[in-house]
Protein backbone atom coordinates (compact mmCIF):
# COMPACT_ATOMS: atom_id res chain seq x y z
CA UNK A 1 0.00 0.00 0.00
CA UNK A 2 1.63 3.16 -1.24
CA UNK A 3 1.88 6.01 1.83
CA UNK A 4 -0.75 8.39 0.47
CA UNK A 5 -2.46 11.75 1.39
CA UNK A 6 -6.19 12.28 0.47
CA UNK A 7 -8.24 15.52 0.44
CA UNK A 8 -11.64 15.82 1.53
CA UNK A 9 -13.93 18.64 0.41
CA UNK A 10 -12.64 21.87 2.10
CA UNK A 11 -15.03 24.09 4.01
CA UNK A 12 -12.74 27.06 2.54
CA UNK A 13 -10.11 27.32 0.22
CA UNK A 14 -6.61 28.79 1.94
CA UNK A 15 -4.18 30.29 -0.90
CA UNK A 16 -1.30 29.38 -1.55
CA UNK A 17 2.02 28.61 0.54
CA UNK A 18 5.00 31.04 0.01
CA UNK A 19 7.95 30.05 0.91
CA UNK A 20 10.29 32.06 -0.43
CA UNK A 21 10.14 36.19 -0.94
CA UNK A 22 10.21 37.53 -3.90
CA UNK A 23 13.88 37.00 -5.48
CA UNK A 24 14.38 40.88 -5.74
CA UNK A 25 14.51 40.55 -1.72
CA UNK A 26 16.68 38.16 -1.19
CA UNK A 27 20.16 38.16 -0.22
CA UNK A 28 23.12 36.04 -1.58
CA UNK A 29 24.88 35.26 1.58
CA UNK A 30 24.63 31.22 2.01
CA UNK A 31 23.58 31.45 5.47
CA UNK A 32 20.53 33.84 5.52
CA UNK A 33 19.94 33.92 1.41
CA UNK A 34 15.85 32.77 2.09
CA UNK A 35 15.90 35.27 4.39
CA UNK A 36 13.95 38.61 3.31
CA UNK A 37 16.48 42.13 3.63
CA UNK A 38 16.01 43.46 6.72
CA UNK A 39 17.23 46.63 8.53
CA UNK A 40 17.01 45.14 12.00
CA UNK A 41 18.69 41.66 13.34
CA UNK A 42 15.20 40.51 14.50
CA UNK A 43 13.70 38.49 11.51
CA UNK A 44 10.54 39.37 10.24
CA UNK A 45 8.27 37.40 7.99
CA UNK A 46 5.29 38.23 5.68
CA UNK A 47 1.79 37.68 7.05
CA UNK A 48 1.08 33.59 7.23
CA UNK A 49 4.88 32.53 6.39
CA UNK A 50 5.22 31.08 9.58
CA UNK A 51 1.79 28.98 9.32
CA UNK A 52 2.58 28.49 5.49
CA UNK A 53 5.90 27.00 7.06
CA UNK A 54 4.23 25.06 10.02
CA UNK A 55 1.78 23.51 7.20
CA UNK A 56 4.64 22.05 5.19
CA UNK A 57 6.45 20.78 7.50
CA UNK A 58 3.55 18.73 9.05
CA UNK A 59 2.90 17.58 5.46
CA UNK A 60 6.12 16.38 4.53
CA UNK A 61 5.89 13.90 7.99
CA UNK A 62 4.12 11.27 8.44
CA UNK A 63 3.85 11.32 12.09
CA UNK A 64 2.86 14.03 14.18
CA UNK A 65 5.07 16.49 15.29
CA UNK A 66 5.78 17.75 18.63
CA UNK A 67 6.56 21.69 19.30
CA UNK A 68 10.21 21.05 19.49
CA UNK A 69 10.06 19.38 16.19
CA UNK A 70 7.81 21.84 14.08
CA UNK A 71 10.29 24.60 15.55
CA UNK A 72 13.39 22.77 14.13
CA UNK A 73 11.78 21.77 11.25
CA UNK A 74 10.27 25.56 10.44
CA UNK A 75 13.80 27.03 10.92
CA UNK A 76 15.17 24.77 8.83
CA UNK A 77 12.56 25.32 5.79
CA UNK A 78 12.50 29.81 6.26
CA UNK A 79 15.44 30.79 8.62
CA UNK A 80 15.14 31.62 12.53
CA UNK A 81 12.41 31.59 13.38
CA UNK A 82 11.08 32.68 17.51
CA UNK A 83 9.65 30.01 19.15
CA UNK A 84 7.04 32.71 20.66
CA UNK A 85 5.92 32.53 16.80
CA UNK A 86 5.71 28.95 16.39
CA UNK A 87 3.43 28.45 19.90
CA UNK A 88 1.36 31.64 19.08
CA UNK A 89 0.20 29.91 15.38
CA UNK A 90 -0.26 26.58 16.59
CA UNK A 91 -2.37 27.73 19.32
CA UNK A 92 -4.27 30.86 17.14
CA UNK A 93 -5.00 27.97 14.38
CA UNK A 94 -6.26 24.80 16.04
CA UNK A 95 -8.64 23.50 15.57
CA UNK A 96 -9.01 25.77 12.39
CA UNK A 97 -5.77 24.12 10.48
CA UNK A 98 -4.24 22.14 12.81
CA UNK A 99 -4.99 18.86 15.25
CA UNK A 100 -3.57 18.57 18.28
CA UNK A 101 -2.98 14.70 19.19
CA UNK A 102 -2.24 13.33 22.75
CA UNK A 103 0.80 14.71 24.42
CA UNK A 104 1.28 18.10 22.37
CA UNK A 105 1.75 16.49 19.20
CA UNK A 106 0.24 17.83 15.81
CA UNK A 107 -0.91 17.32 12.51
CA UNK A 108 -2.68 19.21 9.56
CA UNK A 109 -6.06 19.25 9.26
CA UNK A 110 -7.86 17.49 6.74
CA UNK A 111 -8.10 20.97 4.38
CA UNK A 112 -7.33 21.78 0.58
CA UNK A 113 -4.15 23.93 0.14
CA UNK A 114 -3.07 24.29 -3.55
CA UNK A 115 0.71 23.36 -3.58
CA UNK A 116 0.34 21.05 -0.03
CA UNK A 117 -0.78 17.64 0.34
CA UNK A 118 -1.48 16.74 3.53
CA UNK A 119 -0.74 14.12 5.70
CA UNK A 120 -2.73 10.08 5.72
CA UNK A 121 -5.56 10.24 8.21
CA UNK A 122 -3.87 7.03 9.62
CA UNK A 123 -0.29 6.38 10.62
CA UNK A 124 1.35 4.13 8.01
CA UNK A 125 2.09 0.73 8.45
CA UNK A 126 6.41 0.81 8.29
CA UNK A 127 7.62 -2.55 7.38
CA UNK A 128 10.51 -3.78 9.14
CA UNK A 129 14.21 -2.61 7.63
CA UNK A 130 16.11 -5.10 5.27
CA UNK A 131 19.70 -5.99 4.38
CA UNK A 132 20.88 -7.35 1.41
CA UNK A 133 24.82 -7.97 1.60
CA UNK A 134 26.34 -4.51 2.68
CA UNK A 135 23.05 -2.61 2.16
CA UNK A 136 20.47 -1.88 4.46
CA UNK A 137 17.06 -0.88 2.81
CA UNK A 138 14.40 1.44 5.30
CA UNK A 139 10.13 1.42 4.45
CA UNK A 140 9.78 5.02 6.18
CA UNK A 141 9.53 9.01 5.07
CA UNK A 142 12.98 10.11 4.79
CA UNK A 143 12.10 13.73 6.65
CA UNK A 144 11.72 11.14 9.73
CA UNK A 145 14.22 8.46 9.16
CA UNK A 146 17.03 11.61 8.66
CA UNK A 147 15.65 13.31 11.94
CA UNK A 148 16.87 10.24 13.62
CA UNK A 149 20.23 10.17 12.34
CA UNK A 150 23.43 11.07 14.32
CA UNK A 151 25.67 13.65 12.72
CA UNK A 152 28.63 12.45 10.40
CA UNK A 153 27.39 9.34 9.15
CA UNK A 154 26.62 9.67 5.54
CA UNK A 155 29.70 9.83 2.85
CA UNK A 156 27.63 10.81 0.26
CA UNK A 157 24.25 10.98 -0.83
CA UNK A 158 23.15 9.63 -4.72
CA UNK A 159 19.68 9.95 -5.28
CA UNK A 160 16.57 10.66 -7.94
CA UNK A 161 14.47 12.65 -6.22
CA UNK A 162 10.25 12.32 -6.79
CA UNK A 163 10.13 16.06 -8.44
CA UNK A 164 7.44 18.58 -6.81
CA UNK A 165 6.22 15.03 -5.39
CA UNK A 166 2.93 16.02 -7.39
CA UNK A 167 3.90 13.17 -9.63
CA UNK A 168 4.05 10.99 -7.34
CA UNK A 169 1.05 11.67 -5.00
CA UNK A 170 -1.51 8.56 -4.94
CA UNK A 171 -3.53 9.84 -7.68
CA UNK A 172 -0.88 10.31 -9.94
CA UNK A 173 0.70 6.87 -9.41
CA UNK A 174 -2.54 5.40 -9.69
CA UNK A 175 -3.46 6.79 -13.29
CA UNK A 176 0.30 6.15 -14.01
CA UNK A 177 -0.38 2.30 -13.26
CA UNK A 178 -3.42 2.24 -14.77
CA UNK A 179 -2.24 3.68 -18.42
CA UNK A 180 -4.56 6.64 -17.50
CA UNK A 181 -1.27 9.58 -17.76
CA UNK A 182 -2.30 12.53 -15.57
CA UNK A 183 1.06 14.22 -15.39
CA UNK A 184 2.58 11.22 -17.02
CA UNK A 185 3.19 11.37 -20.28
CA UNK A 186 2.67 7.59 -21.47
CA UNK A 187 4.58 7.45 -24.69
CA UNK A 188 3.15 5.40 -27.46
CA UNK A 189 4.61 1.81 -28.17
CA UNK A 190 7.40 1.74 -31.04
CA UNK A 191 8.34 -1.46 -32.79
CA UNK A 192 6.36 -3.25 -30.36
CA UNK A 193 8.65 -1.89 -27.19
CA UNK A 194 6.38 -0.19 -24.75
CA UNK A 195 8.06 2.61 -23.33
CA UNK A 196 8.11 4.07 -20.04
CA UNK A 197 6.38 6.57 -18.77
CA UNK A 198 7.38 10.25 -18.32
CA UNK A 199 6.67 13.01 -15.79
CA UNK A 200 5.46 16.13 -17.94
CA UNK A 201 7.36 18.95 -16.13
CA UNK A 202 5.80 21.49 -17.85
CA UNK A 203 2.45 21.11 -16.46
CA UNK A 204 3.68 21.98 -12.99
CA UNK A 205 2.12 25.17 -11.90
CA UNK A 206 3.41 28.25 -9.99
CA UNK A 207 2.30 26.61 -6.56
CA UNK A 208 3.88 23.10 -7.05
CA UNK A 209 6.72 24.71 -8.42
CA UNK A 210 6.97 26.49 -4.69
CA UNK A 211 6.27 23.00 -3.06
CA UNK A 212 9.30 21.58 -5.15
CA UNK A 213 11.43 24.62 -4.11
CA UNK A 214 10.62 24.14 -0.12
CA UNK A 215 10.71 20.30 -0.47
CA UNK A 216 14.31 20.19 -1.46
CA UNK A 217 15.03 23.17 1.34
CA UNK A 218 13.81 21.14 3.82
CA UNK A 219 15.51 18.12 2.70
CA UNK A 220 18.75 19.55 2.52
CA UNK A 221 18.95 21.13 5.73
CA UNK A 222 18.21 17.95 7.83
CA UNK A 223 20.66 15.91 5.39
CA UNK A 224 23.67 18.43 5.91
CA UNK A 225 24.03 17.46 9.60
CA UNK A 226 24.03 13.93 8.89
CA UNK A 227 26.86 14.63 6.06
CA UNK A 228 30.48 13.97 6.94
CA UNK A 229 32.90 16.91 5.28
CA UNK A 230 33.54 16.72 1.92
CA UNK A 231 30.66 14.03 1.33
CA UNK A 232 29.17 14.80 -2.17
CA UNK A 233 25.21 15.00 -2.91
CA UNK A 234 24.37 14.16 -6.50
CA UNK A 235 21.07 14.37 -7.22
CA UNK A 236 19.32 13.81 -10.38
CA UNK A 237 17.60 16.47 -12.26
CA UNK A 238 15.72 17.62 -15.29
CA UNK A 239 16.65 20.97 -17.20
CA UNK A 240 13.27 22.64 -16.61
CA UNK A 241 13.56 22.42 -12.23
CA UNK A 242 17.10 21.60 -11.63
CA UNK A 243 17.69 25.65 -11.08
CA UNK A 244 15.14 25.61 -8.52
CA UNK A 245 16.40 22.28 -6.79
CA UNK A 246 20.07 23.73 -6.97
CA UNK A 247 18.95 27.36 -4.83
CA UNK A 248 17.39 25.07 -2.37
CA UNK A 249 20.51 22.73 -1.87
CA UNK A 250 22.92 26.01 -2.28
CA UNK A 251 20.53 27.95 0.63
CA UNK A 252 21.67 24.92 2.87
CA UNK A 253 24.74 25.12 2.88
CA UNK A 254 26.37 22.97 0.34
CA UNK A 255 28.56 23.92 -1.84
CA UNK A 256 28.25 23.55 -5.66
CA UNK A 257 30.88 21.54 -7.53
CA UNK A 258 28.90 21.42 -10.90
CA UNK A 259 27.11 18.69 -12.76
CA UNK A 260 27.63 14.87 -13.95
CA UNK A 261 25.83 14.83 -17.58
CA UNK A 262 23.97 11.99 -18.62
CA UNK A 263 23.89 12.17 -22.45
CA UNK A 264 21.06 10.00 -23.42
CA UNK A 265 18.42 10.07 -25.94
CA UNK A 266 14.72 10.97 -24.39
CA UNK A 267 11.13 10.69 -25.50
CA UNK A 268 11.04 14.43 -23.78
CA UNK A 269 10.65 17.44 -25.81
CA UNK A 270 10.58 17.85 -30.03
CA UNK A 271 7.04 17.26 -30.49
CA UNK A 272 4.77 19.29 -32.92
CA UNK A 273 2.59 21.49 -31.13
CA UNK A 274 -0.66 19.63 -29.78
CA UNK A 275 -3.50 19.03 -32.26
CA UNK A 276 -2.00 20.75 -35.31
CA UNK A 277 0.81 18.57 -36.25
CA UNK A 278 0.18 18.87 -40.08
CA UNK A 279 -0.23 22.37 -39.86
CA UNK A 280 3.45 22.87 -38.12
CA UNK A 281 4.78 20.07 -39.15
CA UNK A 282 8.43 21.64 -39.30
CA UNK A 283 7.93 23.03 -35.58
CA UNK A 284 9.02 21.56 -32.56
CA UNK A 285 7.86 23.20 -29.58
CA UNK A 286 10.92 22.20 -27.59
CA UNK A 287 14.25 21.12 -28.21
CA UNK A 288 14.36 17.22 -28.17
CA UNK A 289 16.30 16.29 -24.40
CA UNK A 290 19.50 14.73 -25.33
CA UNK A 291 21.00 15.14 -21.99
CA UNK A 292 19.91 15.04 -17.97
CA UNK A 293 21.66 16.78 -15.86
CA UNK A 294 22.45 15.49 -12.15
CA UNK A 295 23.52 18.15 -9.94
CA UNK A 296 26.90 17.83 -7.46
CA UNK A 297 26.96 19.13 -3.95
CA UNK A 298 29.63 18.92 -1.26
CA UNK A 299 29.57 19.61 2.31
CA UNK A 300 32.40 22.78 3.22
CA UNK A 301 35.73 20.20 4.01
CA UNK A 302 37.69 20.80 6.71
CA UNK A 303 40.82 21.89 6.06
CA UNK A 304 42.55 21.02 2.52
CA UNK A 305 41.25 18.39 0.77
CA UNK A 306 43.76 16.07 1.91
CA UNK A 307 43.26 16.68 5.48
CA UNK A 308 39.83 15.90 5.03
CA UNK A 309 40.22 12.80 3.16
CA UNK A 310 42.64 11.37 5.63
CA UNK A 311 39.98 12.22 8.51
CA UNK A 312 36.73 11.44 6.77
CA UNK A 313 37.73 9.71 3.94
CA UNK A 314 35.77 12.44 1.33
CA UNK A 315 36.38 15.17 -0.55
CA UNK A 316 36.81 14.05 -4.07
CA UNK A 317 35.76 11.94 -6.74
CA UNK A 318 37.23 8.25 -6.93
CA UNK A 319 39.52 7.95 -10.54
CA UNK A 320 38.43 5.30 -13.05
CA UNK A 321 42.04 4.30 -13.05
CA UNK A 322 45.27 5.92 -12.07
CA UNK A 323 45.70 7.85 -15.08
CA UNK A 324 42.40 8.88 -16.11
CA UNK A 325 40.30 11.26 -13.97
CA UNK A 326 36.38 10.75 -13.08
CA UNK A 327 34.58 12.85 -16.08
CA UNK A 328 31.67 14.99 -15.97
CA UNK A 329 30.21 13.30 -19.00
CA UNK A 330 28.96 9.92 -19.08
CA UNK A 331 27.47 8.33 -22.67
CA UNK A 332 24.29 6.43 -21.35
CA UNK A 333 21.58 4.43 -23.21
CA UNK A 334 17.99 4.08 -22.10
CA UNK A 335 17.61 1.82 -19.09
CA UNK A 336 17.70 -1.76 -20.46
CA UNK A 337 14.35 -4.05 -21.19
CA UNK A 338 15.93 -6.79 -18.54
CA UNK A 339 16.30 -4.12 -15.86
CA UNK A 340 12.82 -2.73 -16.48
CA UNK A 341 11.81 -6.30 -16.02
CA UNK A 342 12.95 -7.06 -13.12
CA UNK A 343 12.46 -3.57 -11.69
CA UNK A 344 9.57 -1.86 -13.26
CA UNK A 345 9.65 1.61 -11.82
CA UNK A 346 8.89 4.27 -13.67
CA UNK A 347 12.17 6.27 -13.07
CA UNK A 348 14.32 3.51 -13.11
CA UNK A 349 18.38 4.62 -13.92
CA UNK A 350 20.44 2.03 -15.77
CA UNK A 351 22.92 -0.24 -13.70
CA UNK A 352 26.01 0.95 -16.47
CA UNK A 353 25.21 4.40 -15.01
CA UNK A 354 24.91 4.17 -11.78
CA UNK A 355 27.83 1.95 -10.92
CA UNK A 356 30.36 4.42 -12.64
CA UNK A 357 28.90 7.37 -10.34
CA UNK A 358 28.28 5.27 -7.50
CA UNK A 359 31.58 4.02 -7.66
CA UNK A 360 33.09 7.39 -8.07
CA UNK A 361 31.68 9.67 -4.87
CA UNK A 362 33.93 7.51 -2.39
CA UNK A 363 37.32 8.57 -3.49
CA UNK A 364 38.57 6.24 -1.30
CA UNK A 365 36.11 3.26 -1.57
CA UNK A 366 35.56 3.66 2.03
CA UNK A 367 31.84 4.99 3.55
CA UNK A 368 28.48 4.41 3.15
CA UNK A 369 26.05 5.42 0.75
CA UNK A 370 23.18 6.93 1.24
CA UNK A 371 20.15 6.89 -1.34
CA UNK A 372 16.89 8.76 0.72
CA UNK A 373 14.68 8.42 -2.43
CA UNK A 374 15.83 4.64 -3.12
CA UNK A 375 13.03 3.45 -5.34
CA UNK A 376 13.72 0.05 -6.79
CA UNK A 377 16.99 -0.02 -5.28
CA UNK A 378 18.90 0.96 -8.59
CA UNK A 379 21.27 3.00 -6.39
CA UNK A 380 21.88 0.47 -3.71
CA UNK A 381 22.16 -2.81 -6.61
CA UNK A 382 25.17 -0.62 -7.57
CA UNK A 383 26.71 0.47 -4.36
CA UNK A 384 26.49 -3.48 -3.68
CA UNK A 385 28.34 -4.28 -6.84
CA UNK A 386 31.06 -1.60 -6.00
CA UNK A 387 31.51 -3.32 -2.68
CA UNK A 388 30.52 -0.48 -0.44
CA UNK A 389 28.12 0.16 2.29
CA UNK A 390 24.77 1.85 1.24
CA UNK A 391 21.54 2.66 3.16
CA UNK A 392 17.96 3.47 1.46
CA UNK A 393 14.88 4.72 2.62
CA UNK A 394 11.80 4.26 0.56
CA UNK A 395 8.17 5.60 1.43
CA UNK A 396 6.37 3.76 -1.01
CA UNK A 397 5.21 0.13 -0.13
CA UNK A 398 4.74 -1.18 -3.53
CA UNK A 399 8.58 0.24 -4.20
CA UNK A 400 9.77 -1.05 -1.11
CA UNK A 401 8.93 -4.39 -1.76
CA UNK A 402 10.04 -4.36 -5.33
CA UNK A 403 13.57 -3.19 -4.11
CA UNK A 404 13.87 -5.83 -1.65
CA UNK A 405 13.45 -8.61 -4.62
CA UNK A 406 15.45 -6.45 -7.33
CA UNK A 407 18.67 -5.51 -5.81
CA UNK A 408 20.19 -8.85 -5.49
CA UNK A 409 19.28 -9.49 -9.25
CA UNK A 410 20.10 -5.65 -10.34
CA UNK A 411 23.82 -6.62 -8.99
CA UNK A 412 24.21 -9.85 -10.61
CA UNK A 413 23.49 -8.17 -13.96
CA UNK A 414 26.81 -7.89 -16.01
CA UNK A 415 27.38 -4.80 -18.46
CA UNK A 416 29.98 -3.43 -20.75
CA UNK A 417 31.14 -0.45 -18.33
CA UNK A 418 31.76 -2.88 -15.56
CA UNK A 419 35.63 -2.85 -16.68
CA UNK A 420 36.06 0.99 -16.14
CA UNK A 421 37.65 0.80 -12.76
CA UNK A 422 35.80 -1.47 -11.18
Known amino acids: ?88 YLRLNTPDLFVRETRGLYQVKQLEIPGIEAPAALPPAWRPAVAIGRARLFHADCFDWLEEQG ?47 LPRFTTLTPDQLDELQSFFSVWARLLLPRLVPGAHVVVASNPLVSYLV ?12 GEIIRLVMTLRGGDRPKAAHEEFREVSVMARSMWEPWLVFRKPIEGRVQDNLRKWKTGGFRRPSADRPFGDVIRSAPTRKDERAIAPHPSLKPQ ?71
Open 1 to 88: MMVSWSWRAPARRLAAPSFFPPRRLLTTDVQTSILPVMETNSPRYAPGRVRDAILQVLSLSSKPLSVKEIEDRVCQAIGPTPTSSVRS
Open 151 to 197: ENSIHAVLTDPPYGLHEYTAEQQEKMRNGKGGVWRIPPSFDGHARAP
Open 246 to 257: AGSLANAGLERR
Open 352 to 422: AFLRQVVRAVLPLGEGVVLDPFAGAGSTLAAAEFAGYESIGVEKDARYFDMACEAIPKLVRLKRASDTQGL
